[in-house]
């Protein structure tokens, strides 16, 4: 069985960074070929894209947060990061990481990211 599993979710101040990852475990299944994303959800708001990476290395952002975060990949590792820098207070919210683009989509069961004083 194929989990995703998200870890580095934090208490933070305001400016500070955070490095969230997300390790697919429990099987053979390469995700290189496969787009990852995280995504996050505040209480009462609906579930967001923050950053998308394709299997070619393409990435792109939500406009919140471009220029502060950054998402990588290491394929050999079926490893995904997420850098959060100048982390502001609503940014606070759960963070999934999330796999697609093979026989069959993956969510990790999220992590929390709290950024206050």
């Not at 299944?29 to 996050?40: A, D, E, H, P």
């Not at 490893?79 to 999330?98: G, I, R």
Request: glycine share 12%; aromatic share 12%; with cysteine.
């Amino acid at each position: 069985q194929v989990q995703l599993v998200e870890s580095g979710g934090d208490l933070v101040q305001p400016g500070g960074s955070l490095r969230l990852s997300c390790a697919a475990s429990g099987s053979r299944i390469t995700f290189y070929f496969y787009t990852m994303s995280w995504y996050r959800q505040a209480p009462g708001k609906q579930r967001e894209l923050v950053a998308r990476v394709t299997s070619d290395g393409s990435t792109n952002y939500a406009d919140s947060v471009r220029g502060r975060f950054t998402i990588s990949r290491d394929a050999g590792k079926n490893t995904v990061h997420l850098q959060m820098n100048a982390l502001k207070p609503e940014d606070t919210a759960v963070y999934y990481c999330y796999a697609n683009g093979g026989p069959t989509d993956y969510w990790g069961q999220g992590t929390q990211v709290t950024v206050s004083t």
